[in-house]
């Protein structure tokens, strides 16, 4: 589910940004970036700057990115992505430079006989990184109802065929919220928390015990030394850095969308 919420992330993510799907399966994704994202992602600065100083004419590259390594077949030529991937790390700073708060209004269709109610949702993207000296990432995707406080998980998804436009469409009304979105921000924050705390505490166990082991190991080198050198207190806190367990969490991005829907089910 995670790699499926990966990639309906990153189709939305190119889309966003003029940078249309030329071809997509379930398991990968092609782009023809615009070339403000050729410029972000390809790291390609001499071949723009010596474009702009010669006039020439741009030519932004297309990016192929595989969210299904085990289901492609082995000829697909692109770009594993993951979460932890350095590549999905640039995209999600990408998305933080770009604006990392959106506010869009559902595109309803409506005869003009009478107007239609739009309804505040509150959304997050997280990322809770489980961090020793392995690492694992977990993508969370939270919606809050600002009337009458409904938390949906995996929200952005739920939107994939939903349309969108800047401004309130035709014959259609936003309602107040009743929760203000700092507010909201709160209760989902606690949300993430919660589940961050919530994941169990084996892979920090299994991290202490590999500590121990190093941490031992050193000591027995350092044993017959009385007089430890500085050596030993580098080695000892690059040990404690590199186990040590510790929990990041991230809000990469969100937004505020008026929707027609008020309730999603479970």
């Known amino acids: 589910m995670q790699q499926e919420q990966l990639h309906q992330f990153l189709t939305r993510y190119f889309e966003a940004?003029?940078?249309?799907?030329?071809?997509?399966?379930?398991?990968?994704?092609?782009?023809q970036l615009s070339i403000d994202m050729d410029k972000r992602l390809m790291n390609r600065p001499f071949y723009w700057h010596y474009l702009e100083k010669t006039g020439g004419i741009p030519q932004p590259m297309q990016m192929t990115l595989v969210?299904?390594?085990?289901?492609?077949?082995?000829?697909?030529?692109?770009?594993a992505i993951h979460f932890g991937a350095p590549r999905l790390h640039q995209i999600f700073q990408s998305t933080r430079e770009l604006g990392g708060f959106l506010h869009l209004y559902e595109n309803v269709p409506t005869t003009g006989q009478r107007s239609v109610p739009l309804h505040p949702w509150l959304c997050i993207n997280a990322k809770i990184s489980y961090q020793c000296d392995r690492k694992k990432d977990v993508f969370?995707?939270?919606?809050l109802n600002l009337i009458h406080g409904q938390i949906v998980q995996s929200f952005f998804p739920k939107l994939e065929s939903t349309s969108f436009s800047y401004k309130t469409p035709?014959?259609?009304f936003t309602l107040s919220p009743l929760i203000t979105p700092q507010s909201g921000f709160i209760?989902?924050?606690?949300?993430?928390?919660?589940?961050a705390r919530n994941e169990?505490?084996?892979?920090?166990?299994?991290?202490n015990r590999r500590w121990q082991e190093d941490l031992h190991l050193l000591e027995q080198?350092?044993?017959?030394?009385?007089?430890k050198p500085e050596s030993y207190e580098v080695e000892k806190a690059s040990l404690r850095g590199l186990y040590e367990?510790?929990?990041?969490?991230?809000?990469v991005n969100g937004g505020l969308f008026y929707l027609h829907q008020q309730v999603f089910a479970p």
Not at 221 to 227: A, G, I, K, N
Request: hydrophobic share 30%.
């Open 17 to 31: 940004n003029d940078s249309p799907l030329i071809d997509s399966s379930p398991y990968h994704l092609t782009a």
């Open 221 to 227: 080198f350092y044993e017959h030394v009385d007089d």
């Open 187 to 195: 209760r989902l924050e606690k949300m993430i928390e919660t589940y």
């Open 200 to 207: 169990g505490s084996e892979w920090a166990e299994q991290a």
């Open 245 to 251: 367990p510790r929990i990041v969490i991230d809000v």
């Open 140 to 143: 969370l995707s939270l919606g």
């Open 170 to 172: 035709d014959y259609c």
């Open 67 to 79: 969210t299904d390594p085990e289901k492609a077949p082995n000829d697909l030529k692109g770009e």
